[in-house]
């Protein structure tokens, strides 16, 4: 999807979005069942597509990897929703580096090139795409991480900041050979990679749709209402009222805060650098 030529970048970088669907990798070794592949669709059609189709800049291609062994029926309701919205990319074995490298390499029409990752069971929001492209300053290699984001489980909402999410962005200017992209690196380890440019803003600027199937997701942030988060988000989020619930269960998300950070101490660093992060629309230092 590119609709309206160059925008923010002005021609001087290209923009990709990359989300794994059922590729097989270090998570998902084995071929996923026709149930798998159902729900799948299901929030995929629910939460992630309409992010994207909703975007105030579109200056950006979307590519979703597929397993080229994927059933027919599941080739079909793909080829239908990609229309207009996202490029298919069948992928034969295992989805690697090498691979993915060479198809950015391929697709590239400039010599800088962003790419962003997002999960097929998430949510951006509406100017999610415009808000990276603002920090685009022709860097020859860093990341970028949009740190306020939000959680989304049993009809409720939580805010949670939270610096090295599963939605960054790698900006890079290749110099010798094809584009490393965002995944180089675990999301939680992109610090080691390069350095990271943590960005706050006014509203949430990802969902993370918590369910049965998540990998890795739990509920970690504080309670909040519905007008703080899904006016900013094309999908439809079907979400519990305001309550006396509210207020219990943003007492119950300090404590389990208060816990994570006893466990784990390192991780009252980074809420400390999601609070000290850049607020969006400053001038970037290359």
């Known amino acids: ?25 270090f998570y998902h070794k084995a ?31 979307w590519l979703v990897f597929l397993d080229s062994l994927s059933p027919a029926w599941f080739k079909e309701k793909i080829s239908a929703l990609s229309v207009g919205l996202f490029m298919p990319v069948y992928v034969e074995g295992p989805f690697s580096q090498d691979f993915l490298s060479r198809t950015i390499d391929s697709l590239c029409t400039t010599q800088s090139v962003i790419t962003t990752r997002v999960d097929n069971d998430d949510a951006v ?14 860097q020859s290699l860093m990341f970028i991480n949009l740190v306020n984001g939000a959680q989304y489980a049993d009809n409720k909402l939580y805010l949670r900041p939270y610096t ?38 006014t509203h949430p600027m990802w969902l993370q749709v918590v369910h049965g199937g998540n990998v890795l997701n739990e509920i970690v942030g504080l309670r ?33 805060i208060l816990w994570r950070f006893a466990r ?12 000290a992060a850049r607020t969006a629309g400053k001038p970037v230092s290359k």
């Open 1 to 25: 999807m590119d609709s309206d030529g160059a925008g923010l970048l002005e021609g001087r970088a290209t923009h990709f979005v990359l989300t794994r669907f059922n590729v097989r990798s």
């Open 31 to 61: 071929e996923p069942t026709n149930a798998w592949l159902s729900e799948r669709l299901h929030l995929f059609e629910k939460y992630c597509a309409p992010s994207f189709r909703n975007q105030t800049k579109r200056n950006f291609t």
């Open 125 to 138: 929001a509406n100017d999610f795409i415009e808000t990276i492209q603002k920090c685009f300053d022709g």
């Open 164 to 201: 090295k999410n599963p939605f960054a962005s790698l900006i890079e200017t290749p110099l010798n050979g094809p584009p490393v992209t965002v995944f180089v690196e675990h999301h939680y380890r992109i610090d080691a990679y390069a350095p990271v440019l943590n960005v706050r803003t």
């Open 224 to 256: 909040t209402t519905p007008g703080r988060v899904a006016p900013h988000f094309a999908a439809a989020l079907d979400v519990d009222g305001p309550g006396l619930g509210v207020a219990a269960d943003q007492a119950l998300g300090i404590v389990r």
């Open 264 to 275: 784990k101490p390192s991780r009252v660093g980074q809420l400390a650098k999601a609070l």
